[in-house]
């Protein structure tokens, strides 16, 4: 049995040193053995001091994804090598698309990758939202919106690529599969306030590339079950994808970072 503190959006940057104490003290008060944290944790400059900021409070094993704001203000490519060395030296920090399939209990294994909003779901031609991400991330700025768009499916195809890596033999070892993920996979976990995001906001805040490869392993394992857990759109809801497939999206507000949820895993 495993006790999960789940927590996400919790954009540290925005916060002071004390509030991160207040967060890691929530965190130990639930009784927590290990944290999972799915994305936008800090912005590039930070994010990597963020990290360590947490491992030292908790002492716990940090089970984390990155999300759009962690690349803000940097680029991709070196926020992910930045992080992949800072958890080469600290032994229990695991950033998940470089940790394949983890052992959480017999029964239970845990995947995760970032995850990408890539455009697909609703209508991006028509669409007129424009996220800071064209702007503050290095690889998607200065693109124009053809361009901005394959660079989205490519993102999403990234992640999607990963889980159909590490799917096959997490399904094979465990009953039960835990995904973390930053951005929602599918339409019907893509709350925002209270309603599913319109035809505007789907291609920028949800991953269909993700949940194409999630639906179709779990239609092939009805004797598994499937927990994802995502953010990125600040709003809390649940999801039924299919019988097994369940999706937790989690609430956030800028300054007021929380544990969403302790997880209680056999
Ligand atoms: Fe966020
Ligand atoms: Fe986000």
């Given at each position: 049995?495993?006790?999960?503190?789940?927590?996400?959006?919790?954009?540290?940057?925005f916060v002071?040193?004390?509030?991160?104490?207040?967060?890691?003290?929530?965190?130990r008060?639930?009784?927590?053995?290990?944290?999972?944290?799915?994305?936008?944790?800090?912005?590039?400059?930070?994010?990597?001091?963020?990290?360590e900021?947490?491992?030292?409070?908790?002492?716990l094993?940090?089970?984390?994804?990155?999300?759009?704001?962690?690349y803000?203000?940097?680029?991709?490519?070196?926020?992910?090598?930045?992080?992949?060395?800072l958890c080469?030296?600290?032994?229990?920090?695991?950033?998940?698309p470089?940790?394949?399939?983890?052992?959480?209990?017999p029964?239970?294994a845990?995947?995760g990758?970032?995850?990408?909003?890539?455009?697909?779901?609703g209508?991006?031609?028509?669409?007129?939202?424009?996220?800071?991400?064209?702007?503050?991330?290095?690889?998607?700025?200065?693109?124009?919106?053809?361009?901005?768009l394959?660079r989205?499916?490519?993102?999403?195809?990234e992640?999607?690529?990963?889980?159909?890596?590490v799917?096959?033999?997490?399904?094979?070892?465990?009953r039960?599969?835990?995904?973390?993920?930053?951005?929602?996979?599918?339409?019907?976990?893509?709350?925002?306030?209270?309603?599913?995001?319109?035809?505007?906001?789907?291609?920028?805040?949800?991953?269909?590339?993700?949940?194409e490869?999630?639906?179709?392993?779990m239609?092939?394992?009805?004797?598994?079950?499937?927990?994802?857990?995502?953010?990125?759109?600040?709003?809390?809801?649940?999801?039924?994808?299919?019988?097994?497939?369940?999706?937790?999206?989690?609430?956030?507000?800028?300054?007021?970072?929380?544990?969403?949820?302790?997880?209680?895993?056999?």
């Amino acid at each position: 049995m495993r006790r999960l503190a789940w927590l996400t959006d919790v954009h540290l940057n925005f916060v002071t040193p004390g509030h991160v104490d207040t967060l890691c003290r929530a965190v130990r008060d639930e009784g927590a053995d290990a944290v999972l944290l799915g994305g936008d944790i800090g912005e590039a400059p930070d994010v990597e001091a963020q990290l360590e900021g947490l491992d030292a409070r908790l002492g716990l094993p940090i089970y984390f994804v990155l999300g759009n704001h962690d690349y803000y203000r940097g680029s991709i490519a070196r926020v992910r090598a930045g992080v992949e060395a800072l958890c080469a030296r600290s032994p229990r920090l695991h950033w998940l698309p470089r940790s394949g399939v983890v052992e959480l209990t017999p029964e239970t294994a845990l995947v995760g990758h970032d995850g990408w909003a890539d455009g697909r779901f609703g209508d991006y031609e028509r669409s007129d939202v424009l996220l800071n991400d064209y702007w503050l991330i290095e690889e998607l700025s200065g693109l124009d919106k053809r361009d901005r768009l394959l660079r989205l499916n490519a993102l999403g195809d990234e992640a999607a690529a990963h889980f159909r890596a590490v799917l096959p033999e997490a399904l094979a070892r465990s009953r039960r599969v835990i995904v973390l993920t930053h951005v929602p996979p599918f339409r019907e976990a893509c709350w925002h306030r209270g309603k599913i995001s319109d035809d505007d906001w789907l291609p920028h805040f949800a991953c269909r590339a993700v949940g194409e490869v999630l639906r179709e392993a779990m239609a092939a394992h009805p004797e598994c079950e499937m927990t994802v857990l995502c953010g990125h759109t600040h709003s809390p809801g649940e999801a039924q994808v299919l019988p097994n497939l369940r999706v937790l999206t989690g609430g956030a507000e800028y300054g007021r970072p929380e544990v969403q949820r302790l997880l209680t895993v056999p």
